[in-house]
């Protein structure tokens, strides 16, 4: 699929305003191929092909993303929009910026643009979008099933099932209910926000969120929600701490071996934000020494996450707390079809002229729209 840069193609862009698109998706193989809602793949391309190419505009599209020698670094040089997604990172440095010399905007198709280094986009006059809000309920659905399938302890036990046995006080004995447990956040924007409400009816002893913007206080209270300002002072409180913020320099690394030992010993820790949020080896350390009782997500400090990553096999001492999988939350179908329209209709507004949907900019001409991606 991939098409050679030819002296043809640089002349139209240059007198017909024809733009070069570059993507860079995931491989979705025989599951795209009899799939086509597998929207953001190589494959299935967003389903924007045909609406690109016929309005005259070239579009590449790949998965090679590491090193000099791949589609992403080739074609980064003349590529005038970037689409990427955070479920297969390609990841815009510094460097590369500078090499990227007619790079306009970056698209992600999805949530978490942290694989772009924002502050070169500032300095480039790139800008940088989002299909905000996208994928947010598949992720809050999926930190509600993280937290309940660590707190009962199942994944054990579907695999003793499997396994042909059947002794339920190995389960039990580490099975406990999320009633009566104190929850908390990272991040109270959309997903965390979501997270809260969907944990409404579980009748929890408390709600809590560590956010340094407030939740409005209509909100806080719909969901009776205490906000706690220090972070030490959170995670003690917490039984189950959820991670819901952006990767940015003030998260990365947040939560370390000398916050975990804050944590309550034997706690539930889940992060479906960024895996570079919480140091690797300090959460593999404390799940095996016990301190937390358990770990789950989707997100990993490198994607893919090598073979003999730590995190997929991390046991705590008894055997089990381990609920890690591929990063999937955000792009179950129904949100591959929302993300797919979102970047079309980014798409649209930048050749149209038109103006963006504020919601969506992180990175406008020259400065930071979003006060999510810290503060500044
Ligand atoms: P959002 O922008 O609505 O909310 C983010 C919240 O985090 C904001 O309230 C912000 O103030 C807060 N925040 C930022 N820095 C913080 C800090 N240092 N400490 C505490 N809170 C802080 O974003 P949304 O839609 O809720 O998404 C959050 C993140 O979730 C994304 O940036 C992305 O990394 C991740 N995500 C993961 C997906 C997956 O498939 N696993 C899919 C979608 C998003």
């Known amino acids: 699929m991939i098409r050679e840069w030819t002296l043809d193609t640089h002349l139209s862009q240059y007198f017909y305003n024809i733009m070069k698109v570059l993507a860079i998706l995931y491989r979705g193989g025989e599951a795209a191929q009899q799939e086509p809602r597998l929207l953001g793949t190589v494959e299935n391309q967003l389903g924007i092909r045909e609406w690109l190419e016929s309005q005259g505009h070239e579009y590449i599209v790949s998965d090679s ?76 659905e999926h930190v509600v099933m993280s937290i309940l399938l660590l707190v009962r302890n199942f994944v054990p036990a579907h695999e003793m099932i499997e396994r042909g046995d059947w002794q339920v006080s190995d389960i039990a004995r580490n099975a406990f209910d999320l009633e009566g447990k104190v929850v908390g956040t990272i991040g109270a924007g959309r997903i965390g926000y979501r997270v809260l409400q969907r944990l409404v009816p579980f009748d929890t ?7 340094y913007a407030a939740l409005p206080e209509a909100a806080a209270k719909a969901v009776n929600a205490r906000r706690v300002e220090d972070l030490k002072e959170f995670v003690s409180q917490c039984d189950v ?50 301190q937390i009782n358990g770990y789950a997500g989707d997100v990993w400090n490198v994607q893919p996450a090598p073979k003999d ?64 991606y810290g503060q500044r």
């Open 65 to 140: 993303k590491e090193g000099p020698d791949s589609d992403f670094q080739k074609h980064i040089v003349d590529a005038e929009v970037l689409i990427t997604t955070p479920f297969h990172p390609g990841y815009l440095t510094a460097d590369l910026f500078e090499k990227a010399k007619n790079l306009k905007i970056c698209i992600t198709a999805g949530v978490g643009s942290d694989h772009i280094d924002l502050n070169a986009a500032v300095k480039k006059n790139v800008q940088v979008l989002e299909v905000s809000g996208s994928n947010v309920v598949s992720v809050a």
């Open 205 to 211: 002893k408390e709600l809590l969120y560590y956010d």
């Open 241 to 290: 701490v959820t991670v819901n913020c952006p990767l940015h320099e003030g998260t990365k690394g947040l939560v370390n071996a000398e916050l975990l030992k804050h944590f309550k010993k034997g706690a539930w820790l889940v992060n479906t934000a960024r895996g570079a949020i919480c140091d690797k080896d300090a959460v593999a350390a404390a799940l095996k020494s016990g």
């Open 309 to 372: 990553h730590v995190w997929r096999t991390a046991k705590n001492p008894l055997g089990a707390g381990n609920g890690m999988v591929p990063h999937y939350s955000g792009t179950t179908l129904d949100a591959q079809a929302r993300y797919a329209a979102g970047t079309k209709n980014i798409l649209d507004h930048y050749l149209n002229g038109t103006n963006q949907e504020p919601q969506n900019v992180i990175v406008g001409v020259g400065k930071y729209e979003s006060k999510a």
